[in-house]
């Protein structure tokens, strides 16, 4: 449970998309926003959009790979903003690589940015927050996680051990006060253009909800999950794709199948 009037978030890849948003999110729901980001510029000028003063948000260049920048900066914000009371793991890459083409480090950058970054910067935050103090986690994974597609096993095999680090996290850290889950977004257009017109039209005949996800829509429910009115929700993974994992397009019921 998070009883600060201004709790302390900590978000990862904050400097654009996805993250931008959920440091937005939080810091309008008065949370100060740690905002970081292995792109320094990037989260300094989110930073200053929330905070000119640097008061309720500050920028830290964090790359989530790193055990040693993990814990320089997990100190820096406990000492320049309080105890983080909440930690979203969203920093993530997506490079397309066929399987027979795919270089080792490529396979190697994924896995360590998308999923070691997590359980790094889950063991700096649990380590600060243990009981009576709590805390609470959640990951950013993706509907790939659920849904294999061409040219992204790195990507989907990172996902899959996300949600489930998540579970063992839920499970490890509960007893500390630690409440963990995570969000699987489907395809979200976090800028004009990050979606090309083809490929946003393919997705759209297997979304039900008939339009491509927004950033805000991922970024409330990564609020919803750090209050208290999801308290007794953990270890979850809460799908944000307008229904796309639901079904096939155009799949219909056999209709021969009457008995
Ligand atoms: N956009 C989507 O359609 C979508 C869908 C499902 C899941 N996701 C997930 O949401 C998260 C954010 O995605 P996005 O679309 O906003 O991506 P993005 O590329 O727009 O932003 C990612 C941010 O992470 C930062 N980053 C990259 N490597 C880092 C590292 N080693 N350490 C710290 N920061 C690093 C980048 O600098 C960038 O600011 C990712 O985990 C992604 O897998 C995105």
Redesign the pocket.
Known sequence: MIERAHPVALV????????RAIAGTLHASRYKVAV????EG?AVSVARSLSADGSTARAYR????SARQVADVFASVAHDLGLPDALVN?????PNHSILDMPEAAWDRVLD??LK?PFLCSQAFGRMRLAPTGGVIVN?????AFSARVGAAH?SAS?AGLVMLTRSLAQELGPHGIRVNAV?????E??EG?VSAEYKEMFLRMIPRGRI?RPEDVARTVGFLLTDASDYINGECIVVDGGFLTGRPLLRSNPGAES
């Open positions: 990862t890849g904050a400097g654009r998309g996805l993250g970081t980001d292995i792109d990037a964090l790359d989530v790979s969203n920093a993530g890459v997506y940015i998308n970054g950013v994974a993706s509907t790939a990507y996902k699987a977004p489907g395809l979200v976090v800028d990050h996800g």
